[in-house]
């Protein structure tokens, strides 16, 4: 299992809502959170498969911006 980051623009618990059942839906994603706390909003990715570039897009389906944040 690996984890992924992506920088966001998801900023409260309404971004949260329409960015959970896309990523709810994606049986590659075993877990994922948003700390909304931090100044980046990062999203971190539990999986062992998924394709950055899918993360992405599925993010921006709803409206917001995922940018990979290297460790």
Known sequence: ???LKFKT??????CLS?????LDA?????KW???LKSDDRILIIDTDNI???K???AVGSVGFTAEP???
């Open 1 to 3: 299992m690996k984890k």
């Open 9 to 14: 623009n998801i900023t409260c618990t309404g």
């Open 18 to 22: 329409k960015v959970k059942p896309i």
């Open 26 to 30: 994606e049986t590659q994603i075993e």
């Open 33 to 35: 959170e948003v700390d």
């Open 51 to 53: 394709p950055v570039e």
């Open 55 to 57: 993360v992405i897009q």
């Open 69 to 71: 944040v290297s460790e």
